[in-house]
C-alpha cells in the first residue's frame, strides 16, 4: 500500500450547531457539506474534518454505521513560523488551552478542546518529520 495521507477525521457531536460556532465561526474552517441533524464536514488544510449526529450516523447502512463516545483526539498542523500567532489567536477567541508541551529537540504543541470536549492540539509544521 501506499498511503499519501489520512483524508478524512471524524468526530461526534450531539450538537451540530456547537460544531459549526467551533470549527467554522471560531477556527475559521469553511464548510463543505451539511444535513441538518446529521452532520457536517469542514476543510482543514487538505484534510476533511467530518462531524456526525452519533444518533443518526450509528443506524446508517449506508456508508456504513459508525458512532463513538468519548474524548477524541487530533492534531491541526500550522506553518512553524506561525506557532506563537496561533496560539494568541486561541486564546484570543477566549478558547482556554489546557496543556502546551516542550517536546525532545524544543519542539512545542499546545492543546485545547472543542465544546463537545475532543481534544485539539497544535503542532508545527515537521513534527512528525
Not at 444535513?35 to 447502512?61: M, R, W, Y
Amino acid at each position: 500500500m501506499n498511503i499519501l495521507q489520512v483524508k478524512e477525521t471524524c468526530l461526534y457531536f450531539h450538537d451540530l450547531n456547537k460544531a459549526r460556532h467551533f470549527y467554522h465561526e471560531l477556527l475559521d474552517l469553511p464548510i463543505l457539506g451539511e444535513a441538518a441533524g446529521k452532520h457536517i464536514f469542514f476543510k482543514a488544510g487538505q484534510s476533511v474534518l467530518l462531524c456526525f449526529n452519533p444518533e443518526d450516523s450509528k443506524t446508517k447502512k449506508n456508508p456504513p454505521a459508525h458512532f463513538g463516545q468519548g474524548k477524541y483526539h487530533f492534531a491541526f498542523e500550522v506553518k512553524a513560523e506561525e506557532y506563537d500567532q496561533h496560539k494568541a489567536e486561541i486564546t484570543a477567541k477566549g478558547i482556554v488551552i489546557t496543556d502546551e508541551v516542550t517536546w525532545e529537540g524544543g519542539v512545542r504543541s499546545f492543546y485545547f478542546e472543542d465544546p463537545e470536549g475532543h481534544v485539539l492540539e497544535i503542532v508545527p509544521e515537521g513534527f512528525w518529520g
